[in-house]
C-alpha cells in the first residue's frame, strides 16, 4: 500500500516528530508509515486523514 | 489530539514503572548469581543452608525481570510497537522450537551413538524448553527490533 504521509508532511513544513506528537504515536511508527514497512489501522489512518484535511483514500492507495 | 478509548487498549501490559523494576532486577541477577557460585564452590560467605534458597530466589528474581521488562509498556506505546511485539513473539516462538526439536534429536542421537556429551545437551534440552529462556529470546528481539527503527527514524528529519 502506498501513501502520500511524507509529501503532506513536507507541505506543512513538519516533522516526523511534530506529526507523531499530534496524532498520539510514536516517531518510529511515523517513519514505518512513510517507508511503507507497517499499514496503519483504520482509526490511525482516520487520524491522520483528520490532521492533514485529506481523505484516507487521498492518503493511502492500493 | 486526545487519546481515544480504541487507543488504550493495551491493557494486558503492565504500567511502565514495571520495566525500570524488571531492569534493576535483571541487574540484581548476575550479583545473587555471583553469590550463590562463591557457596556452591566452598568459599562459605553464607551458610551452605541458604545455597538452595539463593538459588530459589535467583530463579524468582530472573522470572520476575524477565516478565516486568517484557510485558510492560514502553513510554508511549502504539499500534506500531505493539506489531514489533507480535513479530517478536513469533520469530521467538519459531526459534526455541526449532531449538527444542534439535537438541532433543542430538540429545538421542547422542544416546543412540554413545556419543559423549549427552548430559550437556540434555541440559541445553532443558533450557530451550525454559519459558524464562523464551521471554528473555522475545526481549532481546524486541528491544532490537525498537532500536533498529528509533536508530532508522533518527537518521530522517
Known amino acids: 500500500m502506498k501513501n502520500s504521509i511524507r509529501v503532506e508532511r513536507a507541505r506543512l513544513r513538519i516533522s516526523q516528530q511534530e506529526l507523531a506528537d499530534a496524532i498520539c504515536v510514536t516517531r518510529q511508527t511515523i517513519y514505518a508509515i512513510e517507508n511503507d514497512k507497517f499499514i496503519p489501522s483504520t482509526e490511525l489512518a482516520l487520524r491522520m ?10 492518503l493511502f492507495s492500493l | 489530539m486526545r487519546k481515544t478509548k480504541a487507543m488504550n487498549k493495551t491493557t494486558y501490559l503492565l504500567p511502565h514503572s514495571f520495566q525500570r523494576i524488571g531492569w534493576a532486577l535483571l541487574i540484581a541477577c548476575p550479583v545473587l548469581l555471583g553469590l550463590v557460585l562463591l557457596v556452591f564452590n566452598g568459599i562459605k560467605l553464607i551458610p551452605q ?13 530472573a ?5 516486568f521488562v517484557g510485558l ?5 506505546e502504539d499500534e506500531f510497537i505493539q506489531s514489533l511485539r507480535l513479530r517478536s513473539i513469533a520469530n521467538t516462538a519459531w526459534i526455541c522450537f526449532i531449538l527444542m526439536i534439535v537438541s532433543a534429536m542430538a540429545v538421542d542421537i547422542c544416546q543412540a551413538f554413545g556419543i559423549s556429551g549427552t548430559n550437556a545437551l540434555r541440559y541445553c534440552y532443558r533450557v530451550f524448553d525454559s519459558i524464562i529462556f523464551a521471554f528473555f529470546l522475545y526481549i532481546v528481539i524486541f528491544r532490537f527490533r525498537l532500536y533498529k527503527y528509533r536508530k532508522e527514524a533518527g537518521n530522517e528529519e
Open chain 2, 72 to 76: 510492560s509498556e514502553e513510554k508511549q
Open chain 1, 49 to 58: 486523514s483528520a490532521y492533514f484535511g485529506k481523505t484516507v483514500n487521498d
Open chain 2, 49 to 61: 543452608s541458604y545455597s538452595h534458597f539463593g538459588t530459589l530466589v535467583l530463579y524468582i528474581a
Open chain 2, 63 to 67: 522470572s520476575l525481570s524477565a516478565l
